[in-house]
């Protein structure tokens, strides 16, 4: 099970990845959240999810509305890696995934570039 790596330590981790993001894109990220939590109820094994309207699918009629979600999903990413060098890696893997959907890049084209 995914509890061997601090909870502290893992979200330090998630924050890391953020920062590696280029700043011209995180300014350009609008109304959305990062958050960490345990798995996703719906599908256990689900390393990260992005819930809301992507940037490029947003319109003069996009307001009002809560901000979009981007989970990352701590005891999965857990399960799958050995040690916290792997950790590292495969969470900036799916927070850049999970970032480019926000931009509004599609699964198969992420799997393309190698960030799938």
């Given amino acids: 099970m995914g509890t061997w790596l601090r909870a502290e330590r893992f979200d330090e981790l998630v924050a890391d990845a953020l920062d590696l993001i280029p700043g011209p894109l995180t300014e350009a990220m609008d109304n959305v959240v990062v958050l960490v939590e345990s798995r996703n109820p719906?599908?256990?094994?689900?390393?990260?999810?992005?819930?809301?309207?992507?940037?490029?699918?947003?319109?003069?009629?996009?307001?009002?509305?809560?901000?979009?979600?981007?989970?990352?999903?701590?005891?999965?990413?857990?399960?799958?890696?050995?040690?916290?060098?792997?950790?590292?890696?495969?969470?900036?893997?799916?927070?850049?995934?999970?970032?480019?959907?926000h931009f509004g890049i599609p699964e198969h084209r992420l799997h393309e570039l190698g960030w799938g």
């Fill in 42 to 101: 719906d599908d256990p094994g689900l390393l990260g999810l992005y819930e809301g309207v992507a940037l490029t699918r947003r319109d003069s009629s996009y307001g009002g509305v809560l901000p979009d979600r981007i989970t990352i999903y701590r005891d999965a990413l857990l399960d799958v890696c050995s040690d916290e060098q792997q950790v590292v890696e495969e969470v900036v893997v799916t927070v850049v995934h999970e970032v480019a959907h």
